[in-house]
């Protein structure tokens, strides 16, 4: 499936009875065989084009598979003309039904496709996370504060002044699940980067969201680098109930026999004991060039709804519960949200200053906390490149933690 120069996407094809002997399929029962998600000004861009959706097929050497494979032949092409203009404002159906696909074998494709606007908040650091930068929500040519972001250790007073600041519950029992977070007084180990904490609070000085390093980032035996088979890990935690849960984890490494290649892999916790955890995103990206960070659910369809709590981004007032207690979720994707995009957040390449934007599905956010999670999640992905950076280079000051620490 190819449209403009973004990159194809492939898809195997169930084969069906003859279109004359089995009835239409609904669109909405049938997994999406492909999605473009088109940022607003290639959107513009495409739509004074006329752009057209390219499908080609392609049998397998067995007759069984469908897909650009060794051996594989192409038994025909669906050219689909796109208005893309009709689906800024609202969803439109550009096309559905059977289309002829082989001359001579009597091939049919159902093709069903769909032209959705697909809004995003965007938000953008206003310097590099461990720099406790502001966040900025951007609108246009707009920027409006909605969060500040503080980075500190979490064995420091940091610590304790985000716990003098929050309502959040301190008893034992609430923290039982994060031991990791403090650490001791002493010096991080020179082959040990650890205790890294990024607090997200609102404009009202509230913590919202968090992302705490819960596992070293510590080079693997006889080399100066962070292995696949032991990562470094974050815990993205948000309020609720009037503590601090667990809401995702992020683990980071360098790829084998590259020390430019960064990998992430993202796992969405659950709130409940008997659930499991499930990867939502893996990613791998250049240090050297930088690139993007993504969670895109293309084929999860399922509703979510947090009905206690609102926030109007669009006007740059916020409002919500404060304890994020009526939203059990985010809880499991994919089951428990909307398929499609998620969000992005980008990484600027090495010795370039890093100020992470970050994209959000709005179907994704129903109050401050939701969107502070994902601020947070971009704030970890960003610091990840430089806990992840070979040990055998020195780290910039604001990461390097400080032998003399003051005590109230």
């Not at 088109?38 to 752009?51: F, G, M, R």
């Not at 390219?54 to 038994?75: D, N, P, Q, T």
């Not at 003309?81 to 002829?100: F, I, K, N, Q, T």
């Not at 084929?299 to 981004?313: A, I, R």
Request: glycine share 8%; charged share 20%; with cysteine.
């Amino acid at each position: 499936v190819k449209l403009a120069n973004l990159p194809p996407q492939h898809a195997s094809l169930p084969l069906t009875s003859p279109p004359d002997r089995s009835p239409e399929p609904h669109p909405s029962s049938q997994p999406l065989a492909a999605c473009f998600s088109l940022p607003k000004p290639l959107l513009e861009k495409l739509a004074l084009q006329n752009p057209t959706l390219r499908i080609e097929v392609h049998r397998g050497r067995f007759g069984g598979a469908c897909g650009l494979v060794g051996g594989s032949k192409l038994i025909g092409k669906v050219s689909v003309p796109l208005d893309l203009r009709r689906a800024e404002a609202r969803a439109a159906s550009v096309h559905s039904g059977w289309v002829d696909i082989g001359r001579k074998s009597g091939e049919k494709l159902y093709v069903s496709v769909r032209a959705e606007p697909d809004p995003r908040f965007v938000f953008e650091f206003e310097k590099e996370p461990e720099c406790s930068p502001q966040v900025f929500q951007v609108q246009g040519s707009v920027k409006q504060p909605v969060f500040t972001c503080n980075f500190s250790f979490r064995n420091n007073v940091g610590d304790r002044s985000l716990r003098s600041r929050s309502s959040l519950s301190e008893t034992s029992t609430s923290r039982s699940w994060i031991p990791s977070l403090v650490g001791s007084d002493k010096d991080s180990h020179s082959k040990e980067r650890k205790g890294w904490s990024v607090t997200i609070h609102d404009l009202s000085g509230s913590p919202v969201a968090a992302a705490s390093m819960v596992t070293p980032f510590v080079p693997s035996p006889g080399s100066d680098r962070v292995s696949r088979s032991n990562p470094g890990a974050w815990l993205i935690i948000r309020p609720e109930h009037g503590t601090w849960r667990p809401w995702g984890r992020l683990e980071a490494w360098l790829e084998h026999g590259s020390s430019d290649m960064l990998s992430h892999r993202f796992e969405l916790l659950p709130n409940t004991t008997t659930a499991t955890t499930g990867t939502v995103a893996n990613s791998s990206i250049s240090i050297k060039n930088g690139g993007k960070f993504t969670i895109d659910l293309t084929n999860s369809v399922s509703p979510m709804s947090s009905p206690s709590s609102s926030m109007d981004l669009g006007g740059g007032s916020w409002s919500g519960s404060g304890s994020g207690s009526d939203f059990v979720g985010l809880g499991l994707w994919p089951n428990s949200v909307p398929g499609g995009f998620v969000m992005s957040s980008t990484m600027q390449g090495v010795n370039k200053a890093s100020k992470p934007q970050v994209e959000v599905g709005v179907q994704h956010v129903t109050c401050t906390e939701d969107a502070a999670a994902f601020v947070a999640l971009a704030a970890a992905i960003d610091l990840s490149m430089d806990a992840c950076k070979l040990f055998s280079r020195k780290l910039r000051t604001e990461l390097r933690q400080q032998s003399q620490e003051c005590a109230i």
